[in-house]
Each structure stands twice: as structure tokens, then as C-alpha cells.
């Protein structure tokens, strides 16, 4: 929509309020255990190509 501008409170405008904090609706205990899931499924993935690759140079090698 169109920009309003003018004094805040006035009109159809909104009030500024100093120091508010909007209230968070992420539940961080769950995004810390997502991120942990996340962090060890990387982990296992890099280990299976660190793995397959040592097999692979053994292979070239026989």
C-alpha cells in the first residue's frame, strides 16, 4: 500500500514503542536438537565418503 507519513499515533498511523522486544514464537530447544540432528547426520555422510574414498584408493592400488 501507499506510504503514510507523519507523527506516530496520529491518523491512521501506528505508535512507536522504545525498548520493545517482539515475543518469539521459535521454540529454540527444538531448533537446538534439530541443529544437533543436522550436525551428526553431516557428520555420519562425511564419514561414509572419507570411507568409501579409502576403499576406492585400496581398490586402485591392488
Not at 500500500?1 to 507523527?7: N, Q, S, W
Not at 498511523?13 to 517482539?22: D, T, V
Amino acid at each position: 500500500g501507499p506510504e503514510l507519513v507523519g507523527a506516530p499515533g496520529t491518523g491512521q498511523r501506528g505508535l512507536i514503542q522504545a525498548s520493545a522486544i517482539e515475543t518469539s514464537n521459535v521454540d529454540l530447544a527444538r531448533e537446538l536438537v534439530d541443529m544437533i540432528v543436522a550436525q551428526r547426520a553431516y557428520q555420519a555422510n562425511s564419514q561414509t565418503i572419507s570411507t568409501q574414498d579409502e576403499l576406492l584408493q585400496t581398490i586402485i592400488n591392488i
